[in-house]
T-cell receptor, first 112, second 112 residues
Framework: EPEVTQTPSHQVTQMGQEVILRCVPISNHLYFYWYRQILGQKVEFLVSFYNNEISEKSEIFDDQFSVERPDGSNFTLKIRSTKLEDSAMYFC??????????FGSGTRLTVV | GNSVTQMEGPVTLSEEAFLTINCTYTATGYPSLFWYVQYPGEGLQLLLKATKADDKGSNKGFEATYRKETTSFHLEKGSVQVSDSAVYFCALTARQGGKLIFGQGTELSVKP
């Protein structure tokens, strides 16, 4: 069964450093998403991406965040200057039709 | 705004017990409703879904019925197994293909 692949599975970074979280969505999917889950809390929507542009973003997704689909297969989330409160599990998801979201296994980001 | 509220966990049951996890929602229009499951150390997996009122979603012995009159989508299983131990998330999309809005998650622990 096709999967959404996320790398790395765990990343530790120092406060103020830039991080890039990587995702390889399912190849025929057209819509891409990032969500995050702070430990013990609900899963929160960050951003959706379609046709090479952001289609929707939440108020969490401020100027410190950016997304890119650089080569037609990878979908990346960049955090420019990480803060302690960015520590969370970040999930990538993709879909092709009106339903059928597929999630990756997540990247646990720890900011120290 | 649109939101999802789940019963608080953790829920601890003995094997073969009956499970109910309550989920209610607030949304305009006719949302699609989902249950996702997160096993320890893994990502989010779609468990079942329902896209219109009175639809029943079912999978792996789990069921949930879309009740518009009570704005609910309670998850049920007649006989839980140890392997069902996981965190269960109720979610909605307010429009077809839109972002997922998650409840806070309910941790289920099933003891032998």
């Amino acid at each position: 069964e096709p999967e959404v692949t996320q790398t790395p599975s765990h990343q530790v970074t120092q406060m103020g450093q830039e991080v890039i979280l990587r995702c390889v969505p399912i190849s025929n999917h057209l819509y891409f998403y990032w969500y995050r889950q702070i430990l013990g809390q609900k899963v929160e929507f960050l951003v959706s991406f379609y046709n090479n542009e952001i289609s929707e973003k939440s108020e969490i997704f401020d100027d410190q965040f950016s997304v890119e689909r650089p080569d037609g297969s990878n979908f990346t989330l960049k955090i420019r200057s990480t803060k302690l409160e960015d520590s969370a599990m970040y999930f990538c998801a993709s879909r092709v039709g009106v339903e059928g979201y597929t999630f990756g296994s997540g990247t646990r980001l720890t900011v120290v | 705004g649109n939101s999802v509220t789940q019963m608080e966990g953790p829920v601890t049951l003995s094997e073969e017990a009956f499970l109910t996890i309550n989920c209610t929602y607030t949304a305009t229009g006719y949302p699609s409703l989902f249950w996702y499951v997160q096993y320890p150390g893994e990502g989010l997996q779609l468990l079942l879904k329902a896209t219109k009122a009175d639809d029943k979603g079912s999978n792996k012995g789990f069921e949930a019925t879309y009740r518009k009159e009570t704005t609910s989508f309670h998850l049920e299983k007649g006989s839980v197994q140890v392997s069902d131990s996981a965190v269960y998330f109720c979610a909605l999309t307010a429009r077809q293909g839109g972002k997922l809005i998650f409840g806070q998650g309910t941790e289920l622990s099933v003891k032998p």
